[in-house]
């Protein structure tokens, strides 16, 4: 069954809207969450760490201040898209790992489709 | 900085025609090596962990084998069910302490009926 649980699948919203995406661990407590974005026919590219209880770590070049991340229970992390533009259309991922200091395999949500218009 | 390539980049097989997909990486000690299945639309499924050189993993029709330089996924008389993306991934001992993954921009994989 799924481990992780995402949404909304898809939104669609005009320019200047903010964007909540909700991921939920289903199987176990995930102290940390992992927020990635794709863009079409090109990989996955993290975004930041989510951290229970503290704040996330972003990677360089993402700006925290747009891409809002609460991590306020072992089962649930948020990203908020502030005044979400059309260049912030693309396939947002969570993932979560059983366990985030050694080397098990993250398992991802299916994802959200932003569409900015 | 981890590097992960894929190749190729997109790969059109004949139903039962068996092939391998390349995952070559330098990373600066490498902790783990993952392989994923992504269907459109939807996120990465994980297939299978590889740890230490000389390792294999298999799965029905894949199989996943790893070096210190490269990792092989091989299909073994694919179906049309087999089409996907597949995208490699690895864990290095300089990832931090959230153990983070770096992707490799994945293979296309079309197995025509």
């Known amino acids: 069954g799924a481990v992780v649980s995402q949404h909304p699948s898809r939104v669609i919203c005009k320019s200047g809207t903010s964007v909540k995406i909700e991921c939920r661990s289903l199987?176990?407590?995930?102290?940390?969450m992992f927020w990635y974005r794709q863009f079409p026919k090109q990989s996955l590219m993290l975004m930041a760490t989510s951290n229970e209880g503290s704040k996330a770590t972003y990677e360089q070049g993402v700006e925290k201040d747009k891409f809002l991340i609460n991590h306020a229970s072992l089962a649930l992390s948020t990203l908020t898209v502030t005044s979400a533009h059309p260049e912030d259309s693309s396939f947002y991922i969570c993932?979560?790992?059983?366990?985030?200091?050694?080397?098990?395999?993250?398992?991802f949500g299916d994802g959200t489709r932003l569409s900015i218009l | 900085e981890d590097q992960v390539t894929q190749s190729p980049e997109a790969l059109r097989l004949q139903e039962g025609e068996s092939s391998s997909l390349n995952c070559s990486y330098t990373v600066s000690g490498l902790r783990g090596l993952f392989w994923y299945r992504q269907d459109p639309g939807k996120g990465p499924e994980f297939l299978f962990t590889?740890?230490?050189a000389g390792e294999e993993k298999e799965k029905e029709r894949l199989k996943a084998t790893l070096t210190k330089k490269e990792s092989f996924l091989h299909i073994t008389a694919p179906k049309p069910e087999d089409s996907a993306t597949y995208l490699c991934?690895?864990?290095?001992?300089?990832?931090?302490?959230?153990?983070?993954?770096?992707f490799g921009s994945g293979t296309q994989l079309t197995v025509l009926p």
């Open positions: 590889l740890y230490s």
């Open positions: 991934a690895v864990q290095s001992l300089s990832s931090g302490s959230a153990r983070q993954l770096t």
């Open positions: 199987d176990f407590q995930a102290t940390t």
């Open positions: 993932s979560v790992t059983r366990s985030p200091g050694g080397n098990q395999p993250q398992h």
